[in-house]
C-alpha cells in the first residue's frame, strides 16, 4: 500500500513539474513574441515616419541641391525634368532639363539654353535622379558643359527638340523654346535678378543644335551663341551683317570640310567681326591620358584609366608616346578590346552602350570630329559677357 502511494505522489510531483516547465515556456515564447511583435511594429513606424519626413523634405526643398566640386575630377551632376505644355494644339509637351548649384531663387548671371545635336535630347546633359529625372543619361561631355556653366555662374537649361525621330531642330521649335523661357519658373527667376542687375540668355548648341542656336539669336530671343561644329546658313550670316549680336564659332580641324564652311561664314561676316569669334584651335583632338579620363568620366579612377589605355596601345588604338587616339573611337572596336566578355559594362561600373556611354562620349571628344566641345564654353562666356556688359567671374 505505502509503495502504491509513494508511487502516486511521484507520479503527481513529475506531473506538476511537467506543466510548471511548460508554463514558463509558454510565457517566455508569448513574451518573446510579444517583444518582437512590438519591435516590429516600432520599427515600422519609424520607417514610415522616415519615409513620410524624406517626401515632406523633398516637397520642402523642392530642388536637390548640387555641389560643384573644386577639384578637377568629373562629378554627376543630377538634373530636374519639366514637363512643359507646348503652345502649339495637339503637340507634345515641351521635355526640360535643368540644374543649378543651389536654387533658383539663388542670384546669378543668368540662364544658359543648352541644345543638343540630332538623335539626342536635353536628358543627355544630366544624370539621372530618381526622384527628379530617372531618364537622364548625362554623357561625360554634356556633363562637363554643364559643370562649366554652372561654375560660370549661370543656370543651365536644356531643351529636347519636337522632333523625336530624328531630334533634330526646326521651324516648329522656335515658339516652344519661347515658351520654355517664359514658364513661371524660369521667369520668375529672371524677374528677381533683373531687380537686383543684370540678367542675360546666352545658347549653346552643337551641330543641328548649333545652327537652331545661331537662328534663335537672329530672332533676339537669346543674346549670343556658341555654335559647335556648325556652319551657318546663308539666312543667318545676312541677318548678323545688318543686326550683329555675339557668336562665338567652334568647329573642329580633324573636320576640314565643315571648318571650310565656317571660315567662309567667318569672312562674310568681316563687317562685323568686332561681334563674330572663329576658334580654329580649341576644339582639336586631345590625348587620352589617365588624368583626360579621370576629369572626363564620373566614377574613373587612375588605375582604371591605366588599365584601359594599357590595353588599347597594343591593339593600335592610343599612339604609345603621344596617347592619342589612332583609330575614330565611333567606328572601332575598342569596347570588345578592354571588355571581351561584357558587351554592356566595362569592369562592372562603366555603361559601354553606345549613345548611353559616358566613357564612350569622352573617347568621342578626344578624337575630335563632329562632337561637343567644352573647352569652348568658357571663353565663349566669358566673350558675351564682354558685349553685355555681365561682369565675368
Known amino acids: 500500500m505505502r509503495s502504491q502511494k509513494n508511487s502516486n505522489g511521484v507520479w503527481i510531483v513529475g506531473a506538476i513539474i511537467f506543466v510548471a516547465i511548460w508554463t514558463v515556456a509558454l510565457v517566455s515564447i508569448f513574451l518573446a513574441v510579444d517583444k518582437t511583435a512590438t519591435k516590429s511594429y516600432h520599427d515600422l513606424y519609424a520607417w514610415q515616419q522616415n519615409d513620410i519626413n524624406s517626401q515632406q523634405n523633398h516637397v520642402n526643398q523642392n530642388l536637390p541641391q548640387i555641389t560643384i566640386s573644386q577639384n578637377n575630377i568629373a562629378i554627376e551632376i543630377p538634373g530636374i525634368e519639366l514637363q512643359i505644355p507646348s503652345p502649339t494644339p495637339g503637340e507634345d509637351r515641351i521635355q526640360v532639363v535643368y540644374a543649378n548649384n543651389t536654387r533658383l531663387s539663388t542670384p546669378s548671371k543668368g540662364l544658359v539654353l543648352i541644345l543638343h545635336a540630332c538623335s539626342h535630347s536635353a536628358l543627355k546633359f544630366f544624370s539621372s535622379s530618381q526622384s527628379t529625372c530617372p531618364d537622364c543619361v548625362g554623357l561625360s561631355e554634356e ?72 537662328d ?62 572663329l576658334d580654329r584651335t580649341t576644339c582639336n583632338s586631345l590625348p587620352v591620358t589617365p588624368t583626360y579620363l579621370v576629369q572626363r568620366v564620373p566614377g574613373m579612377t587612375i588605375d582604371a584609366a591605366k588599365e584601359m589605355i594599357s590595353q588599347l596601345k597594343p591593339g593600335g588604338h592610343i599612339d604609345s608616346s603621344s596617347n592619342m587616339l589612332l583609330i575614330d573611337p565611333t567606328k572601332s572596336d575598342w569596347r570588345n578590346i578592354i571588355s571581351p566578355h561584357n558587351s554592356t559594362h566595362w569592369l562592372g561600373q562603366f555603361e559601354l552602350k553606345p549613345g548611353y556611354s559616358p566613357l564612350a562620349k569622352a ?31
Not at 150 to 173: H, T
Not at 202 to 210: D, E, T, V
Not at 221 to 232: D, H, K, N, W
Not at 371 to 393: D, I, M
Open 363 to 393: 573617347l568621342h571628344r578626344a578624337w575630335a570630329f563632329h562632337e561637343y566641345c567644352s573647352e569652348a564654353v568658357v571663353p565663349a562666356l566669358r566673350f558675351f559677357e564682354e558685349h553685355r556688359g555681365t561682369t565675368s567671374s
Open 216 to 277: 534663335l539669336a537672329t530672332r533676339n530671343i537669346i543674346e549670343g551663341a556658341l555654335v559647335m561644329v556648325m556652319q551657318l546658313s546663308n539666312n543667318v550670316v545676312s541677318k548678323i551683317q545688318t543686326d550683329p549680336f555675339p557668336m562665338y564659332l567652334a568647329p573642329m580641324p580633324r573636320d576640314k570640310n565643315r571648318m571650310k564652311q565656317v571660315e567662309q561664314n567667318y569672312r562674310d561676316m568681316d563687317s562685323v567681326k568686332e561681334y563674330i569669334v
Open 143 to 214: 556633363l562637363r558643359i554643364v559643370r562649366i556653366v554652372l561654375e560660370m555662374g549661370y543656370v543651365p537649361v536644356a531643351v529636347s527638340s519636337v522632333n523625336r525621330k530624328n531630334g533634330c531642330w526646326g521651324g516648329r521649335d522656335y515658339p516652344r523654346v519661347e515658351a520654355v523661357l517664359e514658364h513661371e519658373l524660369f521667369r520668375r527667376h529672371r524677374q528677381q535678378q533683373e531687380n537686383g542687375g543684370g540678367y542675360h540668355i546666352f545658347g549653346i548648341g552643337a551641330s543641328s543644335g548649333g545652327a537652331f542656336a545661331a
